[in-house]
């Protein structure tokens, strides 16, 4: 797919969907377009799938990582980086931000509303249809409007990304697009890509509108 990145792109949505994969592998997609980008570990909820699990990834495709002085410690204290106020200093570089899940997470991105809404921006809601929570696009819906009403922002995309970690076939992503379009009619909000592990990417061309195959990047032991 082609990408069209605003300045400041935000990653939203239940815990476990994925989001912190697929921001990963935008903002190194957006690299490739962009001299500058910088990616934020915005979450404050969850200790585990840090963006910061992917630091060398990032480093190494050029993409500038700001996170938590706590993040992957054993302190568990919930705090902004250092210096995320300064992401609206530099206009021409691009910011992705790694939300953390449900409105728990988004209330972190309240205190930065009134400068979001001064830059042009995404806030996209990262939608898996195989959890438990968001099975079905109402249950998908009442999570996202929770999210709007804690950040103070409004969604402006839909990314499926439905997956079974590493048992996702191209089944399980093509049984998850009625589930997705609904989502989109009830919110009013498109669907503007759906993000599959690169290695089942191919056989889903022609198949799925605005494909975004992406890399895992995030390993743990018990997967």
Not at 51 to 72: H, I, P, W
Not at 88 to 112: H, K, N, T, Y
Not at 121 to 128: A, P, Q
Not at 203 to 220: A, D, M, Q, T, Y
Request: with cysteine; hydrophobic share 40%.
């Amino acid at each position: 797919m082609r990408l069209d990145p605003k300045r400041i792109s935000i990653f939203v949505g239940h815990y476990g969907s994925g989001k912190t994969e697929v921001s990963i592998n935008y903002a190194l997609a957006v690299k490739r377009l962009r001299e500058k980008v910088t990616i934020v570990d915005l979450d404050i909820v969850n200790p585990y799938y840090r963006t910061k699990d992917a630091q060398a990834v990032l480093e190494a495709g050029g993409v500038r990582l700001m996170s938590s002085e706590f993040a992957n410690t054993n302190v568990d204290i919930p705090s902004l980086p250092v210096g995320t106020n300064s992401l609206f200093d530099d206009r021409e570089a691009a910011v992705i931000m790694d939300v953390g899940g449900d409105d728990d997470g988004a209330i972190v991105l309240g205190s930065l509303q009134s400068r979001i809404e001064a830059e042009r921006y995404d806030m996209f809601y990262v939608f898996n249809e195989r959890r438990l929570l968001t099975c079905d696009a109402a249950s998908a819906l009442e999570y996202m409007r929770d999210i709007e009403q804690a950040s103070r922002l409004k969604v402006t995309g839909i990314i499926n990304n439905t997956n079974l970690a590493y048992e996702t076939d191209e089944e399980t992503v093509l049984r998850s697009l009625p589930a997705a379009r609904e989502l989109s009619e009830l919110s009013g909000v498109p669907v503007v890509m759906t993000s599959v592990r690169e290695d089942i990417a191919s056989g889903l061309e022609g198949r799925v509108e605005n494909l975004f195959p992406i890399k895992i990047n995030i390993k743990h032991l018990w997967l």
